[in-house]
């Protein structure tokens, strides 16, 4: 691994807590060059819904590339991202009754927040977007001002203007009633916050400790927002594509928002893809005004059409989502309630979950000690207090069985260390 010290900046995050060098993935399995294989439960930050190099996703791009087909297309039209549009429009916008027009601003989640944050600025003419407190939108300036974690913030290395944060759902551990300050400050012209242009927000705080809202305060800040008239903006870059179970996170919850930020999984495969969407009204946008050399990947077009017609056009993965999301939370509550000094509580929805460690410095312990007997997880929350999980939606119930006693085997060895 000498190279990588030596040559890659130290920036680098993932690595540190995974050090192997990895050859070879597929389904919910990578191996590294030594030929130990681990259970991912990561993928990919969520970049791996449908798992690794999904055979039947691999055919279609294989096929597609093999036909020296259009890979790089800036904007112009190409036919594979008609085929994408037709299909998306045809499985996920018309069956949802949303009538949304689609912008691919760049090849990242935190492109489409960019084009977003834009777009509602320009098309109301106002400055400030209200967040949420543990909110994560993005590593590049506008994103990094509706961001909440104030190590990414610091490391902009420039003020971070026209952003406010507000409480999520249940930050204040319900004790005031929802939105009260929000409200509050927006009919008190004396308060300092200017009208916003839009509210944005994630119906579950993946980097922030899945933190999950709850359907009835979504609608609410709904309604905020269209009594103000104020746009609603739904991150769904992470919690997208199926990972709560349907394939938007905000259906649950029965609203719809004005602007959503899709990415991560959208591509199914790993590739770099992102769109924004937009209500048609909002599409106010000039010719060129927004643009980026890397919106126009065919290949990612192409598997994420594969994954629309192989996965969504009825609900059996949706079904099988939260039945396994069930499994999971069985098992993190039998942990919990085995390790009660040392677990504070289980979060999640579909297949995002958390373990909350009451004390912060066990989380990185729990998922080291993973590592070695073969699973991969992250931490998350602000001071990483929570063992994430994010398996692939096709880990299979005795993979997700496998993954879970590794957990708990983890959990119990960093406490006996912890006693000793």
């Not at 597609?64 to 790089?72: E, F």
């Not at 997208?240 to 990415?263: K, M, N, Q, Y």
């Amino acid at each position: 691994m000498e190279v990588f010290a030596r040559l890659e900046s130290e920036v680098r995050g993932y690595c540190r807590g995974w050090p192997a060098v990895f050859t070879t993935a597929r389904g919910s399995h990578i191996t590294d060059e030594n030929g130990k294989t681990y259970l991912d439960f990561f993928a990919g930050a969520g970049t791996l819904n449908y798992g690794h190099n999904n055979p039947a996703l691999k055919r279609r791009l294989l096929e597609y590339l093999s036909a020296d087909a259009i890979v790089h297309s800036l904007d112009m039209y190409t036919a594979a991202k008609r085929r994408f549009l037709e299909r998306f429009e045809e499985i996920v916008l018309k069956p949802r009754g949303l009538d949304y027009k689609v912008q691919f601003p760049g090849p990242a989640g935190n492109h489409a927040v960019e084009a977003a944050l834009k777009l509602a600025r320009k098309y109301t003419g106002r400055e400030t977007v209200v967040s949420f407190t543990n909110a994560f939108h993005g590593m590049t300036l506008g994103a990094l001002a509706v961001t909440g974690n104030s190590m990414k913030r610091t490391g902009a290395g420039v003020p971070l203007g026209h952003g406010v944060a507000m409480p999520y759902d249940n930050y204040l551990d319900g004790r005031t009633p929802d939105f009260l300050l929000f409200e509050t400050m927006l009919a008190d012209s004396g308060s300092g916050l200017d009208k916003p242009a839009a509210v944005i927000v994630e119906t579950v705080q993946g980097e922030g400790g899945i933190n999950v809202a709850r359907p009835e305060w979504l609608r609410g800040l709904q309604d905020l927002c269209r009594r103000h008239d104020i746009l609603l903006i739904v991150d769904d870059v992470q919690m997208g594509c199926g990972r709560t179970g349907p394939f938007f996170s905000f259906e649950e919850a029965g609203i719809t928002p004005d602007i959503v930020c899709l990415s991560k999984s959208l591509s199914a495969y790993g590739l770099p893809m992102a769109v924004t969407l937009l209500r048609r009204e909002l599409d106010v946008w000039e010719p060129g005004e927004h643009n980026g050399t890397f919106r126009g990947f065919n290949p990612a077009m192409v598997t994420a059409t594969g994954a629309l017609e192989d996965y969504w056009t009825d609900a059996e993965l949706e079904k099988q989502t939260l039945a396994k999301g069930r499994l999971v939370e069985r098992a993190l509550n039998e942990i919990a309630l085995e390790h009660a000094g040392a677990v504070d509580s289980v979060r999640g929805r579909g297949l995002v979950w958390g373990l909350v460690m009451r004390s912060p410095e066990l989380a990185p312990k729990v998922c080291a000690e993973a590592f070695e007997r073969g699973l991969l997880m992250e931490t998350s929350g602000p001071e990483g207090e929570v063992v994430k999980l994010l398996p692939p939606l096709t880990t299979t119930e005795a993979e997700l069985t496998a993954g879970l006693e590794i957990l708990a085997d983890s959990v119990r060895a960093v406490r006996t260390a912890v006693a000793a």
